[in-house]
């Protein structure tokens, strides 16, 4: 019973910034990552960061720079997106790679997603 809801996409103009959050919940023992996907139609779901328990990051190259992963220890995971393009645009998920009592296995979890538009 693990739960990621997403918040802060929206729609923004090219050059804007957006700040996403996404806030796990529910039964963890332990969290091994955290991180942000996206997906555009059409295209693969790719990683765009993510950050792991021991507090390192892990960015898409091209996001270097624009973007900013951050956690805090409340479970919450941020995204900081500065000078944004029109290729931002897609849903962005939150995910989560954790521990549960259920289980005591990692497994995967996935937000909603949350629509970031880029457009002018």
């Known amino acids: 019973q693990v739960q990621l809801v997403e918040s802060g996409g929206g729609l923004v103009q090219p050059g804007g910034s957006l700040r996403l959050s996404c806030a796990a919940s529910g039964r963890i023992i332990s969290i091994y990552t955290m991180g942000w996907y996206r997906q555009a139609p059409g295209k693969q779901r790719e990683l765009v960061a993510s950050?792991?328990?021991?507090?390192?990051t892990n960015y898409a190259d091209s996001e270097k720079g624009r973007f900013a992963i951050s956690g805090d220890n409340a479970n919450t995971v941020y995204l900081q997106m500065n000078n944004l393009r029109p290729e931002d645009t897609a849903v962005y998920y939150c995910?989560?790679?954790?521990?549960?009592?259920?289980?005591?296995?990692?497994?995967?979890?996935w937000g909603q997603g949350t629509q970031v538009t880029v457009s002018s």
């Open positions: 950050i792991p328990s021991i507090g390192s």
């Open positions: 995910h989560a790679d954790v521990i549960t009592p259920r289980t005591m296995m990692r497994q995967d979890y």
